[in-house]
């Protein structure tokens, strides 16, 4: 009776877990280099990231001012919000749809890709950031120099301490949703419904905007803020520019933490599983 009570009790735990954790990526995997997936990768984040930065910074420098028919704050943060939404749902499936470095860090801490397609994808969505924003000057380049070129910097009445703390805490929420909406048990549960992963993400994007427009412009995006830095080229903004890398890795550094060590306890399993090793 027992070792029935013992083998039904075994087959309930094994049906309960209705999803598989990956197993960790390697931290140098010079494999990927010879793949043409790998390369696919790359070509979507660059791809992804040129056309974020030509959207988004299109719509910060060609519309008027709200009182003349503009978007204004609220229609600036849908854009950004709206075009991460399309973009990771049209990536997801080939390169994963970092679409921003941070998002990258945070999942190679979490050690969900390599080194080598980390320092890959950065270059990418780097190098798609600048051709981005330099469309948008090359096409309506009076109002984009009118507009300080979409360039992230700290605001007036704001210290460059609080613009760092905006930066850290809104890269927070959006890699803590990317690891959330990401997650092998949501997948697993929500696999019907394959616009979830994508829309919260989007929205994470669309609120953070909303809080920190007024501060920093909104950075949370290393290449964002590198693409229109570069082509706008101006002395305050580059003064200004390391807390748009600081701020989001750091914020990357802490939301994979949490998710991580605390709501997956992947440490804590791992010390159980060690434990019950009779091996050991």
Request: charged share 10%.
């Amino acid at each position: 009776m027992s070792k029935r009570v013992s083998e039904e009790a075994k087959s309930h735990d094994h049906h309960a877990k209705d999803y598989t954790d990956p197993p960790p990526a390697p931290l140098i995997d010079f494999a990927e280099l010879k793949l043409w997936s790998f390369y696919r990768a790359l070509i979507a984040e660059f791809i992804a990231t040129l056309l974020f930065l030509y959207v988004t910074v299109a719509t910060l420098t060609s519309q008027p001012a709200p009182c003349d028919g503009g978007v204004g704050a609220l229609g600036i943060a849908w854009a950004f919000g709206g075009m991460i939404f399309v973009l990771v749902y049209c990536t997801a499936g080939i390169s994963g749809g970092h679409i921003n470095p941070a998002v990258t860090f945070g999942l190679l801490l979490a050690r969900k890709v390599s080194l080598t397609r980390a320092a890959a994808y950065v270059v990418a969505q780097c190098s798609g950031a600048i051709c981005g924003v330099g469309l948008v000057k090359a096409l309506m380049k009076h109002s984009y120099n009118s507009v300080g070129g979409g360039a992230n910097a700290v605001s007036a009445g704001y210290d460059k301490g609080t613009a760092l703390g905006a930066e850290i805490m809104g890269t927070f929420v959006l890699v803590y949703t990317v690891f959330s909406a990401t997650d092998p048990k949501r997948n697993a549960r929500d696999s019907h419904v394959p616009v979830l992963a994508p829309l919260p993400i989007g929205f994470a994007v669309f609120v953070v905007h909303l809080a920190t427009i007024p501060i920093t412009g909104t950075g949370i995006n290393p290449a964002r803020s590198f693409g229109a830095a570069v082509i706008y080229n101006n002395a305050r903004v580059w003064d200004d520019h390391w807390i748009f890398w600081v701020g989001p890795f750091v914020g990357a550094m802490g939301a994979a933490a949490y998710h991580q060590c605390v709501l997956r306890a992947v440490a804590m399993k791992a010390l159980g599983s060690f434990q019950s090793n009779p091996s050991n």
